[in-house]
């Protein structure tokens, strides 16, 4: 069983233990590429799995602040690792939004139990990124069958249920939530990604899933209202971005003060004093400290429409993230990629695997693209238009 977390400070702290645990096996699991399956184990049984879980049902429920804070923190430490339950969230998120009591009802034990839920959405080969072909035919006797082939689908290889977004046969979208040992699931471990190694996002094929009705939400529905679905999803991406930039500035920190030397014509006796790399320091201490601020800034704009959902405050909660994603994103590929700037030529050494911060940055970056979401800032701001309802802002 899971420990029961119970308040927004219980979660932090917690979060802050795994981080550090985790942090100092994280050089080594990236090189190795050793999937986290002991620390992810961990994760479960923290309860922090299961914080968004409603207080009627036992969860801490806790905001998007905390939850952004969360991630963060996680991702300070180990990219990847963060990156794996940023998927389970969004699809907590579903639950809450389209469950029926009964299905609520049960996921919520099962999360509590500190079960958890990967992803299969995204296609290859496809139109776009929103181009979903895998089907969910309904079947004689009420249940439904489900078939298709997902990629990048993070998470799966270490889930218990792997949420799967499908087309009906009313072509509308729908979650099926399956058993990640189903008969007709298979996950293949086929990522090769240069960044974000252990987060095992491969392959999920499905070959007539035989799926309960009562494992099925109705996912469309999510998005003819106002929604906060795409909001709460880009909002833990900009966390991880946010906590990308905030581990490499602490690993260039680290390497400035204890390994680098001064350079001869600074005229002091560490790297640590020269006026030149402490405006660097400055700079980039500037860009995780407004990357931090944004991303709260946005968190609490979330909260704000959790509790009054109107269209404004869902509108309001889409800017606030996308202007924390995009920030985020540049400080992360910026200061980890600096760290080599300040370090010095020994910070290149493939043994010290200090390049994974940028690595992480770069691969995590390419999710959306920054530019569309400077699009929806712009036709906001200038004419007054609302972004649209999508899971991507």
């Known amino acids: 069983m899971a420990e029961i977390i119970r308040d927004d400070a219980q979660a932090l702290k917690k979060a802050a233990e795994l981080a550090a645990e985790f942090r100092a096996g994280a050089p080594r699991r990236d090189a190795e590429r050793l999937l986290p399956r002991a620390e992810l184990d961990k994760l479960s049984a923290s309860g922090l799995l299961a914080v968004t879980v ?54 919520y034990r099962e999360l509590l139990a500190g079960k958890r839920l990967g992803n299969a959405q995204s296609e290859a080969g496809t139109r776009h990124v929103q181009d979903i072909r895998t089907r969910l035919e309904p079947a004689a006797d009420g249940s439904f069958l489900l078939t298709g082939v997902k990629h990048y689908a993070t998470g799966a290889l270490f889930a218990d249920w792997i949420p799967v977004l499908a087309l009906g046969a009313d072509e509308k979208l729908y979650v099926a939530y399956v058993p990640a040992g189903a008969p007709g699931v298979t996950v293949v471990d086929d990522w090769d990604g240069m960044g974000q190694r252990t987060t095992a996002s491969g392959t999920v094929r499905l070959e007539g899933v035989r799926v309960p009705a009562d494992r099925v939400f109705a996912h469309h529905l999510t998005f003819e209202g106002p929604q906060l679905h795409g909001a709460v999803a880009q909002l833990l991406h900009a966390a991880i971005d946010a906590g990308i930039a905030a581990g490499a500035l602490a ?61 404004e405050t869902a509108a ?3 800017l606030a993230v996308a202007a924390a994603k995009v920030y985020a994103a540049g400080a992360a590929v910026e200061v980890a990629g600096a760290l080599f ?53």
């Open 251 to 311: 690993e260039a920190v680290d390497f400035v003060r204890t390994k680098s030397r001064p350079w001869f014509e600074s005229g002091y006796g560490t790297a640590a004093e020269d006026p030149l790399l402490i405006q660097r320091f400055g700079e980039l201490d500037l860009r995780v400290r407004a990357a931090d601020a944004l991303l709260d800034t946005a968190a609490r704009a979330v909260d704000t429409a959790q509790a009054t959902l109107t269209d």
């Open 316 to 318: 309001e909660a889409s």
């Open 341 to 393: 700037e300040v370090a010095g030529t020994r910070s290149a050494l493939d043994s010290l695997n200090l390049h994974r911060h940028w690595r992480d940055a770069r691969t995590h970056t390419l999710h959306d693209p920054p530019r569309w979401k400077i699009q929806h800032l712009g036709r906001h701001v200038l004419n007054g238009i609302r972004p649209p309802r999508h899971g991507l802002l």
């Open 54 to 107: 409603p207080a009627d049902h036992g969860g801490a429920d806790v905001g998007a602040v905390t939850l952004a804070r969360l991630f963060r923190l996680l991702a300070s430490a180990d990219a990847s690792l963060a990156q794996i339950p940023q998927s389970h969230f969004a699809y907590v998120s579903v639950i809450r939004r389209q469950g029926t009591p009964e299905q609520q009802a049960f996921f």
